[in-house]
Nanobody, 117 residues
Framework: QVQLVESGGGLVQPGGSLKLSCEAS????????IDWYRQPQGKERELVGT???????TYADSVMGRFTMSRDNARTAAYLQMNSLRPEDTAVYYC???????????WGRGTQVIVSS
């Protein structure tokens, strides 16, 4: 099994930055792509971006140019660098993986980001 734990959330002023971490444990060899999702209060969950095993990233239009994903070579952690934050970025942010071979969907418990004055 694989477990994911997000960290790094908090309260930040508009225009500020945060870096989120997603720490993986268990059978990390089964991890292929890593996704970041977010869910604002009272709204549906949305995909923020995806980073492949080779480090190629895609992003939602709403965060393009402001957010950057990265991962370590051992696939033990993934990161989401968030710059130029806006109030509409306020959400609980989750990392997600779909495991190779088993096809299990694994979610972290989320970390809260609040962008407010």
């Amino acid at each position: 099994q694989v477990q994911l734990v997000e960290s790094g959330g908090g309260l930040v002023q508009p225009g500020g930055s945060l870096k989120l971490s997603c720490e993986a444990s268990g059978n990390v060899a089964l991890i292929k792509n890593i996704d970041w999702y977010r869910q604002p209060q009272g709204k549906e969950r949305e995909l923020v971006g995806t980073i492949t095993a080779r480090g190629r990233s895609t992003y939602a239009d709403s965060v393009m140019g402001r957010f950057t994903m990265s991962r370590d070579n051992a696939r033990t952690a993934a990161y989401l660098q968030m710059n130029s934050l806006r109030p509409e970025d306020t959400a609980v942010y989750y990392c997600h993986v779909k495991l190779f071979l088993t096809s299990d969907d694994i979610w972290g418990r989320g970390t809260q980001v609040i962008v407010s004055s």
